[in-house]
């Protein structure tokens, strides 16, 4: 009698750790679905030698705000186009989504760009240039036009689906270029100093919108800026890099909320790490 209920007890006990056991793969496996990115040291040297990256290692999850700031050279329009894929590493691995780069971006509409110069087709009125991507993928134009016009309301531009892209000013050009971006609803969006070359009025106006933006399609953004007041206005999480050949020296969490008003920017938390930044960057 006494045998069997250690036979039962144990019984149970096994049960109780597979159980455990299948718990703890279930989160390992919800941990790796989160993963968007992952750099496992990777590091790239050009064939002329220059070395752009060092022993990069970073995880990105769902639906984060990472931006990029680091001095000029550092690697980070390398980084950008080896996640995008036309890039090899040469050394380490990347994964977009759990799959190597290439075959990520071959396969999918889930990755967009965004860069500095809005890369417009001059010849193409603005609704012809944001449906582009829909275009050459065989949509049918009813669709392409449908969905234009709501990306290019998003941006507030529905009254200029018919202007060439020279009569616009640089602003409107990159709402024109993020509308381009969003139309196939990437999950994973890269952009590349894209309001470098804004005044400082429309740069804030557009960081505004491009929040709603990521908070309304729960998209991942990275984001490439030298300007530490819009990394720690725009991200969840900053990569500071350090001079060529570039390394991560630090990833600092921006630790508030959302939705970031113009106040803000003029709190003692922004500056303070705004302050705590640029000192990274320095050192
Ligand atoms: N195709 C290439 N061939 C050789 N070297 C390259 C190539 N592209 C970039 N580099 C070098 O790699 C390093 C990193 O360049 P990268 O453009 O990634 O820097 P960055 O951080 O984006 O700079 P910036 O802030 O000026 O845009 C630099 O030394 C650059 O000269
Ligand atoms: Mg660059």
Redesign the pocket.
């Known amino acids: 009698m006494c045998f069997f209920r250690f036979i039962i007890v144990k019984e149970r006990m096994i049960t109780l750790e597979l159980l455990e056991l299948q718990q703890i793969e279930e989160i390992n496996a919800l941990e790796e679905q989160n993963t968007v990115v992952k750099m496992d040291h990777v590091s790239?040297t050009?064939?002329?030698g220059?070395?752009?990256?060092s022993n990069i290692n970073l995880t990105i999850r769902e639906g984060e705000f990472l931006s990029f700031v680091?001095?000029?050279?550092?690697?980070?329009?390398?980084?950008f186009?080896m996640i995008s894929g036309l890039?090899e590493p040469s050394k380490g691995s990347i994964e977009i989504f759990g799959a190597p780069p290439k075959k990520f971006r071959e396969n999918s509409t889930d990755i967009a760009f965004v860069f500095q110069d809005s890369t417009l087709l001059p010849w193409r009125k603005v609704i012809d240039n944001v449906m582009l991507p829909l275009e050459i993928r065989g949509m049918p134009k009813k669709v392409c036009v449908e969905k234009a016009y709501q990306v290019l309301e998003l941006v507030g531009l529905k009254n200029y689906i018919n202007v060439l892209p020279r009569h616009l000013s640089g602003g409107m050009k990159m709402r024109v270029s993020i509308a381009r971006a969003l139309i196939s609803k990437p999950k994973l969006l890269l952009m590349?100093?894209p309001f470098g070359a804004l005044d400082e009025i429309t740069r804030q106006n557009l960081q505004y919108e491009l929040l709603n933006i990521w908070k309304k399609h729960r998209m991942t953004v990275l984001f490439?800026t030298?300007n530490v007041f819009e990394a720690v206005y725009l991200s969840t999480k900053i990569a500071v890099?350090t001079p060529?050949?570039?390394k991560i020296a630090s990833l600092v969490d921006v630790p508030f909320s959302y939705s970031r008003e113009d106040e803000f920017r003029n709190t003692h938390e922004f500056s303070d790490l705004v302050a705590k930044v640029s000192n990274r960057l320095k050192h």
């Open positions: 790239k050009y064939q002329n220059n070395i752009a990256v680091g001095p000029s050279g550092c690697g980070k329009s390398t980084i186009k890039v590349d100093e490439i030298h890099m060529s050949p570039g």
